[in-house]
């Protein structure tokens, strides 16, 4: 199965600024999906962006879309302590819409 | 609503024994899945199911069974534990149909296999 992988694995930034990520993946996809895990938590869905979408935005986060590079990117503008988390992106394949995860991004938000 | 719960939050079993996490939804959802999270790997897709009485093998699948007999819950058996289980277990739900995509997650149960 294919599965999304993050680069940077980790990331630590100052509050204010903006923290990026990027994910690639192997094969077509229906739709790519990122998540966030606080720490001792279950995953919170934040955004999905569809294989004909190229970008989306929702609040401070931009996620974009190339399918022809197959790889997306999630930016968090103006980041805030509270983005401290790890962020995974997930990308859906076939009928039954399963999830392939990447091994997570970790970002630290320094106040 | 409550959500995706998941029972027990920890548990540690010796090498052999046997257990079951529980895990219910109330969000009438018919797609059920259970992950791992292992450091470093991400998560990975144990088993899934598509709707009471139907169930599917993920990617790790060996040394787990699952069955679906109510749309609610989706537990998840260990047969005979070994220390390579010993992770953090995540149970998801979401509706059926291409417009509603988004999982939901448990808050995990971890799991230390001595």
């Known amino acids: 199965s294919q599965q999304g992988e993050e680069d940077p694995q980790a990331l630590s930034i100052q509050e204010g600024e903006n923290a990026t990520m990027n994910c690639s993946y192997k094969?077509?996809?229906?739709?790519l999906q990122w998540y966030r895990q606080n720490s001792g938590r279950g995953l919170v869905h934040l955004i999905l962006i569809r294989s004909n979408e190229r970008e989306k935005h929702s609040g401070r986060l931009r996620v974009t879309l190339d399918t022809s590079k197959k790889s997306s990117s999630l930016l968090i503008t103006a980041s805030r302590a509270a983005d401290t988390a790890s962020y995974f992106c997930a990308t859906s394949q076939g009928g039954n819409n399963r999830l392939a995860f990447g091994k997570g991004n970790q970002v630290v938000v320094i106040p | 609503n409550a959500g995706v719960t998941q029972t027990p939050k920890f548990q540690v079993l010796k090498t052999g024994q046997s257990m079951t996490l529980q895990c219910a939804q109330d969000m009438n959802h018919e797609y059920m899945s259970w992950y791992r999270q292992d450091p470093g790997m991400g998560l990975r897709l144990i088993h899934y199911?598509?709707?009471?009485?139907?169930?599917d093998q993920g990617e790790v699948p060996n040394g787990y069974n699952v069955s679906r007999s109510t749309t609610e819950d989706f537990p998840l058996r260990l047969l005979s534990a070994a220390p390579s289980q010993t992770s953090v277990y995540f149970c998801a739900s979401r509706p059926a149909g291409t417009k509603q995509e988004t999982q939901y997650f448990g808050p995990g149960t971890r799991l230390l296999v001595l």
């Open positions: 094969t077509s996809i229906n739709n």
């Open positions: 199911s598509v709707g009471a009485g139907i169930t």
